[in-house]
């Protein structure tokens, strides 16, 4: 249930924090994507429609107004006019950096037109405040860094007063410095000026809750775990990091098993279409199929059917309360609480950015061999795509083993 708010009491400061502490996590709780502007009635489907009510009532502000204060800003047409600056050089960057987030990042649609609009309100104020919006050249130089991070830092200073809260000034401040980022990596910037711009200000980042579940708690919670239907529910959220959404709707379509490289085909995903590869957990996966093949003859091909859903499938919501009576069996708590399946999936990222630590930590000798200090070097320059992913799954894997294996020592590699 979303938590009650008396809507009316608050002061437009107190609307914008219950907006970042609160609804935020909600929509993306629900799925939504956060870079992308949401709608009222994503609004209503979480249950915080209210607020439109009271910003029209007690501010004078629609819905839109409202979220252009905490960063969120209309959509522009995609078209180079939509930039209203003076520079076609710049012009023609930033339309190659959207051009970039469109071909290879697999954002939705909104998304891509938000970063769009800030980047353009960016260089509009940085046009306003120097007369021209000419943000390539002075990156060429590294004596002209001093001279141009002073010119960011006015055009901050400016969005610093207009914007009104410290989530919507983080926000440009990333959408800016990801572009000046993207410049670096095409060798057209020798430094990012602004890297450094939120050291400048005191602007606070709403503290997110990361807790994630450890190797230990896994293992004990898939130990609990007495039917496959459980197993592949916790192999889902943690082994593989799909949202409980995800796992709710699995489909046997979905899965690409005959080939070297296993993995589960999203057409639609939170950013887009994309692929999940299956490390770990086959066995416990054809174990499951098995089961609903051979057990109903008019089975439709979810991994988690159901009969009472119009969809065939049970919902999240449902993942959500089986993950958590398994947690429940096996005595697991995070910080005092019952652990949710997000938390799965964090365990998933956690586990990942471990593995590639020790990955990395094998290629020490080979650095040494190579006079680099760096073993990443190693890992881009001397191994193959191919050897690279090998080499990342196997770590994978190896940390997954780790967390999964049970005292009913269950096979599932």
């Known amino acids: 249930m979303p938590e009650q708010i008396n809507w009316s009491r608050q002061s437009l400061d107190e609307l914008q924090q219950t907006w970042t502490i609160t609804i935020e996590p909600a929509l993306e709780r629900a799925g939504h994507d956060l870079q992308s502007r949401p709608t009222y009635q994503q609004l ?72 769009r609009s800030r980047l353009a309100t960016y260089a509009r104020t940085y046009q306003d405040a120097h007369g021209h919006a000419d943000l390539i050249d002075p990156l060429t130089d590294l004596d002209a860094q001093p001279d141009e991070i002073e010119r960011v830092l006015t055009v901050f200073d400016t969005l610093d007063h207009d914007l009104e809260s410290d989530a919507s000034k983080l926000r440009y401040l990333g959408d800016v410095s990801q572009f000046y980022e993207h410049l670096q990596r095409r060798g057209k910037a020798t430094y990012n000026p602004a890297g450094t711009i939120e050291m400048e200000y005191g602007w606070q980042r709403p503290e997110p809750d990361n807790a994630a579940l450890s190797s230990h708690h896994v293992r004990q919670i898939y130990d609990v775990a007495d039917n496959t239907s459980d197993e592949l529910l916790v192999l889902a959220l943690c082994a593989w990091g799909l949202r409980r959404n995800e796992v709710a709707a699995l489909h046997n379509s979905q899965l690409v098993l ?21 490390i770990y957990g086959h066995e416990t996966l054809a174990n499951r199929l098995d089961t609903l093949g051979a057990s109903d003859r008019d089975w439709n091909g979810h991994l988690f059917p159901s009969t009472a859903a119009a969809s065939g499938h049970i919902v999240g919501e449902t993942v959500q309360a089986r993950f958590q009576r398994l947690a429940e069996r096996a005595d697991v708590r995070v910080r005092g609480q019952a652990p949710t399946s997000k938390m799965g999936r964090r365990f998933w990222y956690t586990t990942y950015l471990d593995s590639q630590t020790d990955l990395l930590e094998n290629l020490d000798a080979i650095a040494d061999d190579q006079g680099s200090s760096d073993p990443s070097v190693v890992l881009k320059n001397y191994l193959s795509e191919e050897e690279r992913r090998q080499y990342r799954r196997e770590f994978m894997r190896k940390r997954l083993a780790d967390a999964f294996e049970t005292q009913h020592t269950r096979s599932s590699a």
Do not use: C, M
């Open 258 to 278: 005959e080939t070297d490289d296993p993995h589960i085909h999203f057409d639609e995903r939170k950013n887009g279409p994309g692929t999940v590869a299956l």
């Open 44 to 115: 209503l489907n979480v249950g915080y429609g209210g607020i439109a009510y009271t910003l029209r009532e007690h501010h004078g502000l629609t819905l839109s107004e409202f979220l252009t204060t905490i960063g969120y800003s209309e959509n522009s047409p995609p078209n180079s006019n939509s930039w209203k600056i003076d520079n076609e050089t710049t012009i023609d960057e930033l339309e190659a950096y959207i051009r970039t987030l469109e071909q290879r990042r697999n954002l939705a649609e909104s998304t891509i037109s938000t970063k």
